[in-house]
C-alpha cells in the first residue's frame, strides 16, 4: 500500500480513483500546525527557532494519516504545487518522522498541475524530494509575520484600545485605502468646458467633431476654464466656415490579452462577475480539484495560484488545433504568442497560467455541472485562455478633419470598426473595446455648421480602490503573492478596518487610525518601498540567493528597537500625536 496525502479531500476523492487499490489517498486538510499565539513562539536569540502546535481540528485527521502510515510501504506528499503546498508538505513529514512513523519507509514529493489522469500519473511517476529553499522562505515569511504581528499588537491593545490587530501586509493594503480617502477628502473639483461642433455636407450626413486648434492654438483640458472662456470660443466658431480638409483611413491591431495569472483572474472576475476575491478563489479551487461529469471527477482547470503566464506546449497545440478546427485558420496565428517575457514583479514559482485541463471541455458542453457561478468564472478562463492563441483583432480607424477657410481652426471626428474579429470572437475584453462608431459616407468639400454644443465638467477625484484595483495596486507595488491577495482583503474586512459600499473599500474611523498609529510609529513597517524590497529579500531565498535566518536578523535588529521606543511612550502622547495626524 502506498499513502497519498493531499490538502484537501475533494482532490483526494478524485486522485484515488485515478491512481485504484494500490494507492490510499488521505486529505491533511490544508496546514496541520501553526505557531501558537503566545510569546516564544519564534525566538529570535536561538536562530529564530519555531515551535509549532497541532491545531484540535487536524488531530483527528492526523490520527488517521498515522494509522495508514504505519501500513504503507510509501509515503507520497502531494501537496499543492505552491510554496505553502510545499510547507504542508515539510510539517507533515515533520509529524510522520516526530511520531517514528517513516523509518524504512519512501517519502517522496509529487506536484499535480492539474488534476486529471493523465497529470496525476506524470506526477507520481516523476517525483522528487522536498525543496529545502522553497520550506525556508514559508518559514521566514510566517517568522515575519509572526514577529510584526506579536510585538505591535499588544501595543495597539494598550494604546489604542478596541483595536485587534496589525499585520504585515494587510496593514500596508489599509494605507493604501486610508491614504486614498485622504486624497479623496483633500480633492478640490476644477471646472472646465468642452466643445463640439454638428456639421453638415450637401447631402445632409451629419458629423459630431472635437475641436483640437482654436486660431492656431491647441486645444487641451483647461483651454476652456469657464462659462465666458466657452462663449467666446463658440462665437468664433460661428463666425468661420469650414471644410472637410482630410478624410483618412487605417488598419490598427489589438492583440488578445494572456491568459490569466492568479491576480488577474480576480481583477477580472470582480469587475466583470461581480465576484470577491475569496469567492473567486473558492470556485477555482473547486475547478481545480474535480467537477463530477457522468460518474467521473473532472479537473477543469490547471492550478489556480499561480504568477505563471505561460502555458505548456502541449496545450498550447491543442488549443491550435481547436481554434483551426472549429473557427478556421484565419483565426490562427502563423505561430505560437508567447507571454511567459510578461511576468509580474517577483514572480515566485515557474507554474503554468491558469487554463482548462482540456479545452474540448468548452463551457456550453460542462454548463449542466457546473453552477451559475461556476459556470461564469469557468467561462472566463477558458475563454481567456483560448483567445490569448487567437488572431489579433482588426479594426478600421477613420478620421475627418474640418478645417476653417483661414487653416486656424481644425475639428476632427474619429470612428472605429470592427474589418475581423479575431480573438473578440471568443472573448471580450470591456476595458478595451471602443464604442464602434460608423461614420458617414463624405466628401471632401465645404460643411455647414448645424449645431455647436458646450458642455460644463468638473475634474473628479481618483476612485476608491475596489478588490480588483486593490490586488492590481498590490501587484504593481510588489507587495503579496498570489495565495495572499484573497486573505489580505479578508483580514482589514473582517477586522472592521475597511467598509465596503457599492463594491468600493471605504476606510472606518477604527481603520484610520490604526493606519495613522503605524503611520507615524512604525512608518518604515508600512512603506510600500521597504516592503516590496522585504517581498523580494524572501522571493531569493527561493533561489538561495538569500539565507532565511539572515533576512531575518537584518529585519529583526531594527524592528525590535522601534517596538521598544514604542512600548516607552505615554499612552497620553501616542493619542495626542494621532490627534494631531487626524487633524
Given at each position: 500500500m502506498n499513502l497519498?496525502?493531499?490538502?484537501?479531500?475533494?482532490?483526494?476523492?478524485?486522485?484515488?480513483?485515478?491512481?485504484?487499490?494500490?494507492?490510499?489517498?488521505?486529505?491533511?486538510?490544508?496546514?496541520?500546525?501553526?505557531?501558537?499565539?503566545?510569546?516564544?513562539?519564534?525566538?529570535?536569540?536561538?536562530?529564530?527557532?519555531?515551535?509549532?502546535?497541532?491545531?484540535?481540528?487536524?488531530?483527528?485527521?492526523?490520527?488517521?494519516?498515522?494509522?495508514?502510515?504505519?501500513?504503507?510501504?510509501?509515503?507520497?506528499?502531494?501537496?499543492?504545487?505552491?510554496?505553502?503546498?510545499?510547507?504542508?508538505?515539510?510539517?507533515?513529514?515533520e509529524f510522520l518522522s516526530e511520531k517514528k512513523l517513516l523509518k524504512d519507509k519512501d517519502v517522496e514529493r509529487v506536484v499535480f498541475n492539474e488534476i486529471t489522469k493523465k497529470a496525476v500519473a506524470y506526477g507520481i511517476d516523476n517525483?522528487?524530494?522536498?525543496?529545502?529553499?522553497?520550506?525556508?522562505?514559508?518559514?521566514?515569511?510566517r517568522a515575519l509575520d509572526y514577529l510584526v504581528g506579536f510585538n505591535i499588537s499588544p501595543i495597539l491593545w494598550t494604546k489604542l484600545p478596541g483595536s485587534k490587530s496589525a499585520g504585515r501586509v494587510q496593514s500596508v493594503a489599509l494605507k493604501l485605502i486610508t491614504e486614498r480617502e485622504h486624497e479623496i477628502e483633500l480633492f478640490n473639483p476644477k471646472e472646465f468646458w468642452t466643445l463640439k461642433v454638428n456639421f453638415t455636407d450637401n447631402n445632409n450626413n451629419v458629423v459630431i467633431s472635437n475641436i483640437s486648434q482654436l486660431d492656431g492654438k491647441k486645444i487641451e483640458k483647461f483651454s476652456f476654464i469657464n462659462e465666458k472662456d466657452i462663449h467666446e470660443a463658440a462665437e468664433k466658431?460661428?463666425?468661420?466656415?469650414?471644410?472637410?480638409?482630410?478624410?483618412?483611413?487605417?488598419?490598427?491591431?489589438?492583440?488578445?490579452?494572456g491568459p490569466f495569472t492568479t491576480s488577474t483572474l480576480q481583477q477580472v472576475s470582480s469587475g466583470r462577475l461581480g465576484l470577491g476575491a475569496s469567492r473567486t478563489m473558492q470556485i477555482a479551487q473547486k475547478l481545480y480539484q474535480g467537477i463530477e461529469i457522468e460518474g467521473e471527477t473532472v479537473g477543469l482547470i490547471t492550478y489556480m495560484r499561480t504568477d505563471g503566464t505561460?502555458?505548456?506546449?502541449?496545450?498550447?497545440?491543442?488549443?491550435?488545433?481547436?481554434?483551426?478546427?472549429?473557427?478556421?485558420?484565419?483565426?490562427?496565428?502563423?505561430?505560437?504568442?508567447?507571454?511567459?517575457?510578461?511576468?509580474?514583479?517577483?514572480?515566485?514559482?515557474?507554474?503554468?497560467?491558469?487554463?482548462?485541463?482540456?479545452?474540448?471541455?468548452?463551457?456550453?458542453?460542462?454548463?449542466?455541472?457546473?453552477?451559475?457561478?461556476?459556470?461564469?468564472?469557468?467561462?472566463?478562463?477558458?475563454?481567456?485562455?483560448?483567445?490569448?492563441?487567437m488572431q489579433s483583432a482588426q479594426f478600421d480607424r477613420n478620421t475627418i478633419t474640418?478645417?476653417?477657410?483661414?487653416?486656424?481652426?481644425?475639428?476632427?471626428?474619429?470612428g472605429s470598426v470592427v474589418k475581423f474579429d479575431g480573438y473578440l470572437k471568443i472573448y471580450k475584453d470591456p476595458k478595451k473595446e471602443d464604442d464602434e462608431s460608423i461614420l458617414p459616407k463624405m466628401s471632401k468639400g465645404p460643411v455647414n455648421i448645424k449645431k455647436v454644443i458646450d458642455e460644463q465638467h468638473f475634474t473628479q477625484p481618483p476612485p476608491r480602490y475596489s478588490e480588483a484595483s486593490l490586488v492590481k495596486k498590490l501587484e504593481e507595488l510588489g507587495i503579496g503573492r498570489p495565495s495572499t491577495y484573497a486573505s489580505i482583503i479578508s483580514v482589514i474586512s473582517t477586522r472592521g478596518y475597511v467598509e465596503t459600499f457599492n463594491k468600493r473599500f471605504h476606510p472606518t474611523d477604527r481603520g484610520k487610525l490604526i493606519t495613522a498609529f503605524l503611520e507615524k510609529l512604525f512608518s518604515k513597517y508600512v512603506d510600500y518601498n521597504f516592503t516590496a524590497e522585504l517581498e523580494n529579500q524572501l522571493d531569493e531565498i527561493t533561489s538561495g540567493k538569500e539565507g532565511w535566518i539572515k533576512v531575518l536578523e537584518m529585519f529583526w535588529k531594527d524592528f525590535n528597537k522601534n517596538v521598544a521606543q514604542v512600548k516607552e511612550k505615554r499612552t497620553r502622547e501616542v493619542l495626542d500625536l494621532l490627534n494631531d495626524s487626524l487633524g
Open positions: 497519498v496525502i493531499v490538502e484537501s479531500p475533494a482532490k483526494a476523492k478524485t486522485i484515488n480513483k485515478y491512481l485504484g487499490n494500490k494507492y490510499k489517498v488521505l486529505a491533511s486538510y490544508g496546514h496541520i500546525r501553526d505557531l501558537p499565539s503566545k510569546n516564544g513562539s519564534v525566538n529570535p536569540d536561538n536562530n529564530f527557532q519555531m515551535l509549532w502546535e497541532i491545531d484540535s481540528f487536524s488531530k483527528k485527521y492526523l490520527k488517521e494519516i498515522s494509522e495508514a502510515a504505519k501500513n504503507s510501504s510509501k509515503i507520497i506528499l502531494a501537496t499543492d504545487p505552491d510554496r505553502e503546498g510545499e510547507a504542508i508538505a515539510w510539517h507533515v513529514k517525483p522528487r524530494q522536498i525543496e529545502p529553499l522553497l520550506v525556508d522562505a514559508y518559514m521566514a515569511r466658431i460661428k463666425r468661420k466656415k469650414f471644410n472637410i480638409s482630410d478624410i483618412s483611413s487605417k488598419i490598427v491591431n489589438r492583440n488578445p490579452s505561460n502555458i505548456s506546449k502541449e496545450a498550447v497545440s491543442d488549443f491550435r488545433n481547436f481554434i483551426k478546427n472549429i473557427y478556421g485558420n484565419e483565426y490562427l496565428p502563423k505561430d505560437p504568442l508567447n507571454y511567459s517575457g510578461k511576468k509580474a514583479k517577483n514572480a515566485q514559482e515557474a507554474h503554468e497560467a491558469i487554463r482548462p485541463t482540456d479545452i474540448d471541455n468548452s463551457p456550453d458542453k460542462v454548463k449542466k455541472y457546473l453552477s451559475p457561478d461556476q459556470h461564469k468564472v469557468y467561462d472566463l478562463i477558458w475563454s481567456r485562455a483560448l483567445s490569448s492563441q474640418i478645417t476653417s477657410d483661414d487653416k486656424e481652426t481644425v475639428l476632427k471626428t474619429n
